[in-house]
């Protein structure tokens, strides 16, 4: 018995010990004192946010904006302390992003730039056949090509630094869900640019994140947007693509997904409070993936066979209609074409 009692009381400290070593780990944070933060996409959303959230922790911030007159840029000007700066910034615009180098090269003042918070992006909800190739290359260059000439750039003053890159990707880049096929390549490939860079500035003592969020209602999600403009999409969309597919399957999944939009979450602190730790944290983390409930989900989801994950997406979308070249009354018509055609 009393073997047990010191083994039971042994655990207990044991078990203390690491919770106070895990909990210290996790909150013991890095001084803001001559560190400068660059950000990307600021004009509004995350970016906006987490802008505002660093100045008032002190840090020196550089908010790369796409639109320096734009309402967000304008705010932040206004309530953000005399260290924030505002820089024209697109990410898709090579001279704009030399600009920036020699700018905060010459605002720095002193500072060293601490991190590169890539988290500009894009964002559109289109079946891949009716989504135009002009705005499936628009997409890319935003989110991952900007995001790749970003870091090119700054890396030299981040290495110097032994600071960190963030790099915004999605729960889009762990499971591709249909209708963000453009969306999903985009996250996907910052996820693996992103862990293979890591993997290559460990030696220089730089760390490079991901942020990978679930749902949360920003402009991405707004559903008159992306009903809208999917709705545009397919109305330009080639003639046999709308014929193969048919209105019906195009009102359906339209639908489906103005639910699913629905149920995003409005707690962006659950985002923001992420990349802040990565900032700022002693020992961040390699990936973020908020909330963590769904971050358990979807790895769980990975660990599954693609066809049971396709069952469960295909459930979980709950899309009733068929393209019309695949429903029954077509099937029956092409079937008896296709034998006619082969008897002449």
């Not at 959230?53 to 550089?62: A, M, S, T, V």
Request: aromatic residues 10%; proline residues 4%.
């Amino acid at each position: 018995m009393l073997l047990v009692m010191c083994a039971c009381t042994l655990a207990v400290l044991l078990a203390v010990v690491i919770g106070v070593f895990v909990y210290t780990r996790y909150h013991k944070t890095v001084t803001p004192v001559l560190k400068a933060v660059l950000i990307t996409g600021c004009d509004h959303g995350f970016g906006y946010m987490l802008a505002k959230r660093l100045d008032r922790g002190g840090y020196k911030i550089f908010a790369g904006c796409l639109d320096i007159h734009s309402e967000g840029a304008s705010n932040l000007r206004s309530v953000a302390s005399s260290k924030l700066s505002i820089i024209p910034l697109d990410v898709t615009n090579d001279a704009q992003i030399e600009a920036a180098r020699s700018t905060i090269t010459e605002m720095l003042l002193g500072h060293v730039l601490w991190a590169v918070v890539n988290n500009a992006g894009v964002g559109d909800y289109a079946l891949f056949e009716w989504y135009p190739k002009v705005q499936f290359k628009k997409l890319m260059d935003v989110n991952f090509m900007g995001m790749v000439n970003v870091t090119r750039t700054f890396l030299p003053l981040i290495r110097a630094a032994k600071g960190r890159i963030i790099n915004m990707s999605s729960m889009a880049g762990r499971t591709a869900m249909p209708g963000y096929t453009a969306y999903s390549a985009s996250k996907f490939a910052v996820i693996g640019f992103s862990e293979s860079l890591r993997r290559e500035m460990s030696v220089f003592g730089v760390t490079v994140v991901t942020v990978e969020p679930s749902l949360y209602k920003t402009g991405l999600s707004d559903v008159d947007i992306v009903s809208t403009r999917n709705a545009d999409f397919w109305a330009a969309a080639e003639p046999g693509i709308k014929r193969d597919y048919g209105e019906s399957y195009f009102r359906d999944t339209q639908a489906v997904w103005g639910r699913i939009l629905r149920f995003g979450s409005g707690n962006h602190k659950q985002v923001i409070d992420c990349y802040v730790h990565a900032v700022t944290a002693v020992h961040p983390h390699s990936r973020y993936a908020p909330p963590f409930i769904m971050r358990i989900s979807n790895d769980f989801m990975n660990l599954l066979a693609p066809r049971l994950q396709d069952f469960i997406i295909k459930t979980v979308l709950g899309v009733t209609a068929k393209p019309d070249m695949v429903s029954p009354d077509h099937g029956d018509k092409f079937r008896t074409g296709r034998r006619r055609s082969h008897a002449y």
